[in-house]
């Protein structure tokens, strides 16, 4: 039972108010809605008192009438602390800092991308300066190139240090610092390059002024106050970070980082940031077309023609079959399951992929063991990285795992009293002490620098560790069968180390396709739950919405009564997946083959869409309303920017016209999106807790939708005047309780209802102070989300037997083991423009002595012959990994499926 924290009174300006005593004046100031300026002050990153713009007047008691100058965020909260925020000589004191730092920012306010959306901006009226004395020369600085995502003003900069704090001491980041010489400080790179850590892209918005912009906005440049927006959630991997979405003229704009306390918090990663071009393709299918043979052109088709068609493939005499999609909504599978049936019904993935993530839900759904967001990640004091790369397959996890490092260095912090939020001499005292954090992967890993042990080994090895380390945690577990004495002995060390923690963490997932893996991973819990231990576990899953695919009945891809020889199939329904990405193409063709009918519903040209019969334009995320499920079962709301138009629709609204057309007796009340995620929570009760959390489309606040835009939004009137003189109406949005306009109101939505950050004198994204009910805390009402599953009461805790698979590599054969990447293994970011000036050619990662067996060395080209594929790929020379093992990129733009791991040779060109 959580014990409630002991309050302080201090006096604000002749007020009484109660406060935390761990925060800062800040940070408290902040939390009562009381304005104070400042700039290098950040929640997640703490106090360093470099700025000194936020200044207040601190009285020793109530008998001092002089008082004097002190840093606020830098001043901890007291009993009977007594202080003025809106003393002269404070306001005087904040009112010169900003005129000092104003001396040489450059006059181009009109210009800058950070334009009405600037901290600096909003700080510089807050303190009440409006007039330039200062009439010399400015100092001035070279630009740098820093890649695809962000562009470099240095003259704008005002030396706040934000942007080295995040990128190296937070992100981890080497490759962007400080440089000075007298009186000049540059923030940049030694060289012109691209930023290389995952999340530059939270310079952006870390930044409070325009030093660091999007500069995939600059190529579609809209102010910021004419941007329509949406609350919305990341589609790029299985964590389910929050996002805003902005939409001007029918095409997205930006993607920013939205708050959730409980997930992302302030940031979210460059995929996640950049990865949303793909939706303003202009190869995007927007109009449904009909290929009338298997290799005919495709040509469009109205929907009097269309409907006639669908009339004939779908009648109730016809067998049909549903492929739904882990990319897809929870809505759009169930109205899938609700056309075909579930025995009619798959799942969309490969059979292995399909056996893990099932093993994976249903444990935690019936085991008592946590499985923590991301915030409760940070708070972890022993970590084990069991077989996946964190960073490539879930790099938010990735991040949360470099702020848990700090657990244990500011436990001795407490201890000399050193608040949480006095970064500097926290970082001090910590030095290089960290709190334990164990890695188990093939090759190496970003994450190597905070880990105490590093454990470099095949797939069955790593296994074998796992299983070693519940053996050592609980007799009843079983042991890995292993002699290694070197792998035995670090078990034992990993296990003292979980057994020891107040909140240990075990990370695992299916990157690496090794049921043993898992198996290990969850052993492990199960030996640290048996122990008393206050365990979380953490699994990464491959797309953002497997956990809710997992959830659905239904069946694999593979099953052999869909891949088998059995009996044709009438019609068959693929949504939003390109099946070429889940089997080999071998089977995928039989499948189109033995299918009279094939319908896709889809917004990217893939190997699939070219397959189909019949094709139809399906809404991207940002044109649709739906939810997803992340890694750790939170179930999460995404809502539409941008209004479709023609043919697009939303996929749950396709295949409620096919119900209609297959079966005009049965009557669909599927009017509203409400509707079909009504039915949804009442046909499989595991989505009960949806119909509470959710606000309906007919949620109203004083009468009044929330609006998508803020009070700011101009040029409504003239936007179409091209096409006509007069003012169009306004869109409705009747599936959600937002409006496609400025009207409504705008205060205080629903945290899950937030589409952008915006009070009067707040116009940057520092407007989040006012959402939260206090910096770094929850948002007001609490987080977006809903969790599904809960722990599970305590029971008996049967282990999985052990039975590491062993692939028998033979003479002049390599293991072959995927590697992913950041940039490139997603298939939705991989279509965006800027990412794909990120993504490497396809390669092969092996050890020195495998590449001198077959003479090549690094940038040379090989030909991998691998389950009867053959694939010529660039070779890349790796340190750690072992000899004998192999890491193949996968699921690059271009590249087939390849069933790994799996044994391979290589051929020399």
């Given at each position: 039972?959580s014990?409630e924290?002991s309050?302080?009174?201090i006096?604000?300006d002749?007020?009484?108010?109660?406060?935390?005593?761990?925060?800062n004046?800040l940070e408290?100031c902040?939390s009562l809605?009381?304005d104070?300026p400042?700039?290098c002050?950040h929640?997640a990153?703490?106090?360093v008192?470099a700025?000194r713009?936020?200044?207040?007047?601190?009285?020793?008691d109530k008998?001092?009438?002089?008082?004097?100058?002190?840093?606020?965020?830098?001043?901890?909260?007291?009993e009977?602390?007594?202080v003025?925020?809106d003393?002269?000589?404070?306001?005087a004191?904040?009112?010169?800092i900003i005129e000092?730092?104003?001396?040489n920012?450059?006059?181009?306010?009109?210009?800058?991308?950070?334009?009405?959306?600037?901290h600096l901006?909003?700080?510089?009226?807050?303190t009440?300066h409006n007039y330039r004395r200062y009439d010399f020369?400015?100092?001035t600085?070279?630009n740098?190139?820093l890649?695809?995502?962000?562009s470099h003003?240095?003259?704008?900069?005002?030396?706040?240090?934000r942007?080295v704090?995040?990128?190296r001491d937070y992100?981890g980041g080497k490759?962007?610092n400080?440089?000075?010489s007298?009186?000049?400080?540059y923030?940049?790179r030694h060289e012109?390059g691209?930023?290389?850590?995952?999340f530059?892209g939270?310079l952006i918005?870390?930044?409070p002024?325009?030093?660091f912009?999007?500069k995939t906005l600059?190529?579609?440049f809209?102010?910021k106050?004419?941007?329509s927006?949406a609350?919305?959630v990341?589609v790029?991997c299985?964590?389910g970070?929050n996002?805003i979405?902005?939409e001007?003229?029918?095409s997205?704009?930006r993607?920013m980082s939205?708050?959730?306390g409980?997930?992302n918090?302030?940031?979210?990663?460059d995929?996640?940031r950049?990865g949303?071009?793909?939706?303003?393709?202009?190869?995007?299918?927007?109009?449904?077309q009909i290929?009338s043979n298997?290799?005919g052109i495709?040509?469009p088709?109205?929907n009097?023609?269309?409907?006639?068609?669908?009339?004939?493939s779908?009648?109730k005499?016809k067998n049909?079959?549903g492929?739904g999609?882990?990319?897809?909504?929870l809505?759009?599978?169930?109205a899938l399951?609700?056309l075909?049936?579930r025995?009619?019904?798959?799942?969309?993935?490969s059979?292995k992929?399909?056996?893990?993530?099932k093993t994976?839900s249903?444990?935690l759904?019936n085991?008592s063991v946590r499985?923590?967001?991301?915030?409760?990640i940070e708070?972890?004091?022993?970590?084990l990285v069991?077989g996946e790369d964190l960073?490539?397959?879930?790099?938010?996890?990735a991040l949360?795992?470099r702020?848990?490092?700090?657990?244990v260095?500011d436990?001795?912090?407490k201890?000399?009293?050193?608040?949480?939020w006095n970064?500097?001499?926290?970082r001090?005292?910590?030095q290089?002490a960290r709190s334990p954090?164990?890695?188990?992967?093939?090759?190496?890993?970003?994450?190597d620098?905070i880990?105490?042990s590093?454990?470099?080994?095949?797939?069955?090895?790593?296994?074998?560790l796992?299983?070693?380390?519940?053996?050592k945690?609980d007799d009843?577990a079983?042991d890995?069968?292993t002699?290694k004495?070197?792998l035995?002995?670090?078990a034992g060390?990993?296990?003292l180390?979980?057994?020891?923690?107040?909140?240990?963490?075990i990370i695992?997932?299916?990157?690496y396709?090794?049921?043993?893996?898992?198996?290990?991973a969850?052993?492990?819990?199960?030996a640290?739950l048996s122990?008393?231990?206050?365990?979380?576990?953490?699994?990464?899953l491959?797309?953002?919405?497997?956990?809710?695919?997992s959830?659905l009945?239904?069946?694999?891809?593979?099953?052999a009564d869909?891949?088998?020889e059995n009996?044709?199939?009438?019609?068959l329904?693929?949504l939003?997946?390109?099946l070429?990405r889940?089997?080999?193409?071998?089977?995928v063709?039989?499948?189109?083959?033995?299918s009279?009918?094939v319908i896709?519903?889809d917004?990217l040209?893939?190997?699939t869409t070219?397959?189909?019969d019949?094709?139809?334009p399906?809404a991207?995320y940002?044109g649709?309303?739906?939810?997803?499920?992340?890694?750790?079962?939170r179930?999460q709301?995404y809502y539409k920017?941008i209004?479709n138009k023609?043919?697009i629709?939303?996929?749950?609204?396709?295949?409620r016209?096919?119900?209609?057309?297959?079966?005009t007796?049965?009557?669909?009340?599927?009017?509203?999106f409400?509707?079909?995620?009504?039915?949804l929570?009442?046909?499989?009760?595991l989505?009960?807790k949806?119909k509470?959390?959710?606000?309906?489309?007919?949620f109203?606040m004083l009468?009044t939708k929330?609006?998508?835009?803020?009070i700011?939004y101009s040029g409504?009137?003239?936007?179409n005047a091209?096409?006509?003189v007069?003012e169009t109406?306004?869109s409705?949005d009747?599936?959600?309780?937002?409006?496609?306009s400025?009207?409504g109101q705008?205060?205080n939505?629903?945290s899950s209802?937030?589409?952008?950050?915006?009070?009067?004198?707040?116009?940057?994204?520092?407007?989040?102070?006012?959402?939260?009910d206090?910096?770094?805390?929850s948002?007001?009402?609490?987080?977006p989300g809903?969790r599904?599953?809960?722990?599970a009461e305590?029971?008996?805790?049967?282990?999985?037997k052990h039975k590491?698979?062993?692939t028998?590599?033979?003479k002049?054969e390599?293991?072959i083991?995927?590697?992913?990447q950041?940039f490139?293994?997603d298939?939705?970011?991989s279509a965006?423009?800027?990412?794909l000036?990120?993504?490497?050619?396809?390669f092969?990662?092996?050890?020195k002595?495998d590449?001198d067996i077959i003479?090549?060395?690094d940038?040379d080209t090989?030909?991998?012959?691998?389950?009867k594929?053959?694939?010529?790929?660039k070779?890349?020379?790796?340190?750690s990994i072992?000899?004998?093992l192999a890491?193949?990129?996968?699921n690059?733009?271009g590249?087939?499926?390849?069933?790994?791991?799996?044994?391979g040779?290589f051929?020399?060109?």
């Amino acid at each position: 039972m959580s014990l409630e924290v002991s309050m302080v009174k201090i006096t604000i300006d002749g007020k009484y108010y109660e406060a935390k005593p761990e925060k800062n004046l800040l940070e408290t100031c902040l939390s009562l809605g009381i304005d104070i300026p400042h700039f290098c002050f950040h929640p997640a990153m703490g106090s360093v008192g470099a700025c000194r713009l936020c200044a207040v007047k601190k009285f020793r008691d109530k008998d001092d009438t002089k008082g004097r100058i002190v840093m606020s965020c830098m001043e901890p909260v007291t009993e009977g602390l007594i202080v003025s925020v809106d003393d002269p000589e404070a306001k005087a004191f904040r009112a010169s800092i900003i005129e000092s730092l104003m001396t040489n920012h450059p006059h181009d306010c009109p210009v800058c991308d950070e334009g009405g959306e600037c901290h600096l901006q909003d700080m510089t009226v807050m303190t009440g300066h409006n007039y330039r004395r200062y009439d010399f020369p400015k100092r001035t600085y070279n630009n740098q190139e820093l890649g695809p995502f962000i562009s470099h003003e240095m003259n704008r900069c005002i030396q706040c240090y934000r942007c080295v704090r995040f990128y190296r001491d937070y992100a981890g980041g080497k490759d962007l610092n400080v440089f000075a010489s007298r009186n000049n400080v540059y923030f940049g790179r030694h060289e012109d390059g691209p930023l290389e850590n995952e999340f530059s892209g939270n310079l952006i918005e870390v930044c409070p002024t325009g030093v660091f912009t999007d500069k995939t906005l600059s190529k579609h440049f809209t102010r910021k106050w004419d941007l329509s927006n949406a609350p919305s959630v990341c589609v790029h991997c299985s964590v389910g970070c929050n996002t805003i979405i902005s939409e001007r003229y029918g095409s997205l704009r930006r993607i920013m980082s939205r708050y959730n306390g409980a997930v992302n918090g302030y940031f979210i990663c460059d995929r996640g940031r950049f990865g949303y071009e793909f939706i303003n393709d202009e190869k995007r299918i927007k109009t449904a077309q009909i290929r009338s043979n298997k290799d005919g052109i495709a040509e469009p088709v109205d929907n009097e023609r269309l409907f006639a068609i669908l009339d004939q493939s779908l009648s109730k005499d016809k067998n049909i079959i549903g492929i739904g999609s882990p990319r897809a909504s929870l809505e759009s599978n169930f109205a899938l399951i609700s056309l075909v049936g579930r025995e009619n019904f798959y799942h969309g993935i490969s059979k292995k992929e399909f056996l893990l993530t099932k093993t994976i839900s249903e444990f935690l759904q019936n085991k008592s063991v946590r499985t923590p967001s991301l915030k409760q990640i940070e708070k972890a004091d022993a970590i084990l990285v069991l077989g996946e790369d964190l960073t490539n397959t879930a790099p938010m996890i990735a991040l949360a795992l470099r702020q848990a490092t700090r657990n244990v260095p500011d436990e001795e912090a407490k201890k000399k009293g050193i608040p949480s939020w006095n970064d500097a001499p926290l970082r001090v005292l910590a030095q290089d002490a960290r709190s334990p954090v164990f890695i188990a992967t093939p090759f190496i890993d970003s994450l190597d620098v905070i880990a105490e042990s590093i454990f470099r080994a095949t797939p069955q090895d790593i296994a074998n560790l796992g299983y070693s380390i519940a053996q050592k945690l609980d007799d009843r577990a079983p042991d890995s069968n292993t002699e290694k004495k070197d792998l035995k002995d670090l078990a034992g060390k990993i296990a003292l180390s979980l057994k020891n923690a107040k909140n240990p963490l075990i990370i695992s997932g299916i990157s690496y396709g090794d049921e043993a893996i898992i198996h290990a991973a969850l052993n492990i819990t199960m030996a640290l739950l048996s122990n008393g231990s206050n365990v979380m576990l953490s699994m990464v899953l491959p797309e953002c919405n497997s956990m809710g695919l997992s959830l659905l009945p239904g069946k694999s891809f593979e099953d052999a009564d869909l891949l088998g020889e059995n009996k044709e199939i009438d019609t068959l329904v693929v949504l939003e997946n390109d099946l070429f990405r889940r089997a080999d193409e071998n089977s995928v063709n039989e499948l189109f083959k033995k299918s009279r009918q094939v319908i896709v519903l889809d917004h990217l040209s893939n190997r699939t869409t070219q397959k189909a019969d019949i094709l139809l334009p399906a809404a991207t995320y940002a044109g649709s309303e739906g939810t997803i499920v992340n890694n750790e079962g939170r179930a999460q709301r995404y809502y539409k920017a941008i209004e479709n138009k023609n043919q697009i629709k939303e996929s749950w609204q396709w295949i409620r016209d096919f119900i209609k057309v297959r079966d005009t007796n049965h009557i669909v009340s599927w009017n509203r999106f409400d509707d079909i995620a009504d039915s949804l929570a009442n046909e499989l009760p595991l989505f009960s807790k949806l119909k509470n959390y959710m606000p309906g489309a007919d949620f109203r606040m004083l009468n009044t939708k929330i609006p998508r835009q803020t009070i700011r939004y101009s040029g409504r009137t003239a936007m179409n005047a091209n096409i006509a003189v007069s003012e169009t109406k306004l869109s409705q949005d009747h599936d959600s309780p937002l409006a496609f306009s400025m009207e409504g109101q705008p205060e205080n939505p629903p945290s899950s209802l937030v589409p952008f950050y915006w009070v009067p004198g707040w116009n940057s994204v520092q407007a989040m102070y006012n959402y939260l009910d206090e910096p770094g805390g929850s948002m007001k009402g609490g987080d977006p989300g809903v969790r599904l599953f809960e722990s599970a009461e305590e029971g008996n805790h049967i282990y999985f037997k052990h039975k590491a698979q062993i692939t028998v590599v033979q003479k002049d054969e390599w293991l072959i083991v995927p590697v992913y990447q950041i940039f490139g293994s997603d298939e939705l970011s991989s279509a965006s423009t800027s990412i794909l000036q990120r993504i490497h050619e396809p390669f092969v990662l092996m050890n020195k002595k495998d590449a001198d067996i077959i003479t090549v060395k690094d940038g040379d080209t090989v030909q991998l012959e691998i389950l009867k594929i053959k694939l010529k790929v660039k070779v890349k020379i790796g340190k750690s990994i072992v000899q004998g093992l192999a890491g193949l990129s996968v699921n690059l733009p271009g590249m087939p499926f390849i069933d790994i791991p799996g044994r391979g040779k290589f051929h020399k060109l």
